[in-house]
């Protein structure tokens, strides 16, 4: 019989709504039940593409013994961390400072006030690999909440008053970076750069560091610096080249690891919409610098993924592909759906074929994978191989691999991530001439004005088939949008798309600013409470709330001479003062709003009729500008579209761009190429 969550708008409580735990919905009823029975809440946090997720809940919350312990000792909350940030977030910062790390699932045990006492992450059926088995941890709670009630209180106390107590200060950071703050967290990072591996740390786990690789594009394009543009390329090479990018049908994974001691990097196989939204355009960029063939590729192919795989029938973009797939004998397997052995390539190829498939992407006898099977990789340079043959052997690589048993989608569509794909598909089909793309930008910023955005310019966190889900959106969801929105007014030459992202940040302004410090929150002020105002200025696998907020604000006000927008960004920036030359992979997306604001930003205004070709052109130009976060109107004479346009005339009767900057312009030119050499950084 299904639980409470079988009337969940989220795929991964959905998931959950079979099992035998009486599961609840994060809500105050949960906590009114638990205070009424006298026992614990148990908070367990997830998400549905989640591998771990899914051995625990198959261990632990599918077994009837388990189950029936829970419901009698606990009240059993669920949430999907996609859905509540905010709660994810908070709890996430007690379970890290009381073990040292976090991860998912997520385990938390709380009183009826939601104040946590023990923690944890997975736990396995039984006790291994030094960890206590999850009916073990269950049995020990309920033995401290029974017999030794007041220290959990105090316990639970203690870490409440600890985590409200860490609020961030930033008077040790007076006013955003400078030129020497942004050039310490350049060395920063190329202390930490591997020239020979192209990757970031010595780590054996990788993660796409598309912040970093945006910032160092941004320094290099105003500095010149040709050790940032190294990095760039040389972090932009070796994720395409490796496991971490499909190498049949475009889009990136989650992370690589090495498994073993000088083994290959294989990759945890889920596939994030804000991963493949964050590379997918800072490889346009990287392809815009350096007018590289592979960043080129790359980026189409993994905008051409997102539209074929994870667009939704209403327009949106689904959160991600699950690491899972039935192997074709009803197991589901990590990887199933992307592995080649010998044998399979040979099948799909015939033999001449598949030795140069096997050759081209890495594939051994012995395997680089699980089970004799490989992880398709480039370790060969490119130019090697027949290029038409090998395209030949991935078309059909790709239809054979179409065949199998595909990986489940969590069609949530999250206001956040659907900004950041905003921004990417608007800019990667106006570099390279593929309105499709463009227009599936507008078909999501429109689904999102539609469904997600009320009356008083609020935005819901997700919607799923058509209907918005009932949590209110966070600071990053405000921001990613008017990211995004931004990005398509420049592109489209549509004003709309800038007024609705000025709603957004009018919001930021008033309900996440803090007006003392100019520090921000991930929450709004009247958003639910919890038992900490969550607040992270650090980036980690998105841009945090913090960093993508000061770059829209910045770069609205460059599109409107908001004074007080700009004001917020450069006060918001001081964070980055503080943090970008001690941790500068923790802080990339502000260290790249800072090289904006270092470098204006450049404010471009082109004036011409929309079907004349040197309008095009200029605007073309105006966007392939790698000045740092420039800012591109387009429009008729006299248009009201944008700020940017008024007062802004034709030239001897032509087409003209204008380009400002703190507050000097430069004289209109009607010249593409005086056009590219004033944004060339």
């Not at 299904?2 to 609840?24: E, G, I």
């Not at 599918?62 to 949430?79: G, I, P």
């Not at 489940?408 to 390279?432: C, H, M, P, Q, S």
């Not at 930003?601 to 966007?623: C, S």
Request: aromatic share 8%.
């Amino acid at each position: 019989m299904p639980n409470r969550l079988a009337h969940a708008t989220s795929p991964y409580l959905l998931q959950h709504a079979d099992n035998p735990v009486d599961w609840w919905q994060w809500e105050p009823a949960a906590f009114e039940e638990a205070r009424r029975r006298n026992v614990p809440v148990f908070l367990s946090v997830g998400y549905s593409s989640c591998h771990w997720c899914h051995v625990l809940a198959s261990e632990s919350f599918e077994d009837e013994a388990t189950a029936a312990y829970m419901n009698e000792h606990f009240v059993s909350v669920k949430v999907d961390r996609e859905e509540r940030p905010d709660v994810d977030s908070v709890y996430m910062e007690a379970v890290q400072a009381a073990t040292g790390q976090g991860g998912w699932p997520m385990s938390v045990f709380m009183t009826p006030d939601g104040e946590p006492f023990y923690f944890g992450t997975y736990f396995p059926p039984a006790p291994r690999h030094g960890l206590p088995s999850f009916r073990q941890v269950l049995e020990g709670v309920h033995s401290a909440w029974t017999s030794r009630r007041e220290e959990v209180a105090e316990v639970a106390e203690k870490i409440t008053r600890d985590l409200a107590g860490q609020q961030l200060d930033l008077k040790a950071a007076d006013g955003p970076p400078g030129d020497a703050e942004l050039a310490q967290a350049l060395l920063g990072i190329s202390r930490e750069y591997d020239p020979e591996s192209g990757w970031l740390g010595g780590g054996d786990t990788k993660f796409p560091p598309s912040m970093v690789i945006e910032f160092l594009l941004r320094h290099h394009a105003r500095t010149e610096s040709d050790g940032a543009l190294e990095m760039a390329g040389g972090l932009g090479e070796a994720m395409a080249r490796s496991s971490l990018f499909d190498q049949l049908g475009g889009g990136f994974h989650r992370y690589v690891l090495r498994q073993r001691p000088h083994g290959p990097l294989v990759p945890h196989f889920e596939k994030m919409l804000y991963d493949n939204a964050l590379l997918c355009r800072v490889y346009a960029h990287l392809w815009r610098a350096t007018g590289s063939e592979l960043a080129r590729r790359v980026a189409l192919e993994t905008a051409d993924f997102m539209v074929r795989e994870l667009r939704t029938g209403e327009g949106g973009f689904a959160s991600a592909l699950d690491a899972d797939s039935d192997d074709g004998s009803g197991r589901h397997v990590e990887g199933a759906y992307y592995v080649w052995t010998p044998e399979q390539l040979e099948q799909a190829l015939g033999r001449e074929d598949a030795e140069l498939a096997a050759r081209c992407f890495g594939v051994t006898q012995e395997g680089t994978f699980e089970e004799g099977a490989s992880v398709l990789q480039l370790p060969q340079q490119e130019g090697v191989f027949d290029a038409e043959r090998i395209a030949s052997v991935r078309e059909r690589l790709l239809g054979k691999r179409a065949e199998r048993p595909a990986p489940g989608r969590d069609d949530k569509v999250v206001a956040a991530w659907n900004g950041l794909a905003i921004a990417a598909l608007a800019e990667t089909g106006a570099y390279f001439d593929r309105p499709d793309l463009v227009e599936a930008a507008i078909g999501a910023a429109d689904l999102l004005v539609r469904l997600h955005l009320d009356e008083h310019a609020r935005l819901a966190r997700t919607s799923k088939d058509g209907r918005a889900g009932a949590h209110a959106g966070v600071l990053e969801d405000y921001a990613d949008v008017a990211e995004g929105f931004l990005a398509l007014a420049s592109v489209t030459g549509e004003g709309v798309w800038l007024e609705f992202a000025g709603f957004l940040l009018d919001h930021v302004l008033a309900q996440f600013t803090d007006p003392g410090s100019g520090a921000l929150y991930d929450t709004a002020a009247d958003a639910e409470k919890l038992i900490r105002r969550p607040q992270d200025p650090t980036d980690n696998a998105t841009p945090s709330g913090w960093s993508a907020a000061a770059g829209a604000l910045l770069s609205y006000a460059a599109h409107t001479g908001a004074e007080s927008h700009r004001t917020a960004a450069e006060r918001a920036l001081g964070v980055v003062k503080a943090l970008g030359p001690r941790a500068p992979r923790f802080v990339g997306w502000g260290l790249a709003v800072a090289e904006a604001l270092l470098d204006g930003p450049r404010e471009v205004a082109v004036v011409g009729p929309a079907d004349d070709p040197a309008t095009r052109t200029l605007h073309r130009t105006a966007l392939l500008g790698t000045a740092p976060g420039a800012v591109v109107a387009v429009g008729t004479p006299g248009s009201d579209e944008f700020p940017l346009l008024a007062d802004r005339p034709l030239v001897g009767g032509g087409p003209a761009a204008y380009v400002c900057r703190n507050f000097t312009c430069d004289a209109p030119t009607t010249d593409a190429d005086r056009l590219r050499t004033a944004l060339s950084g």
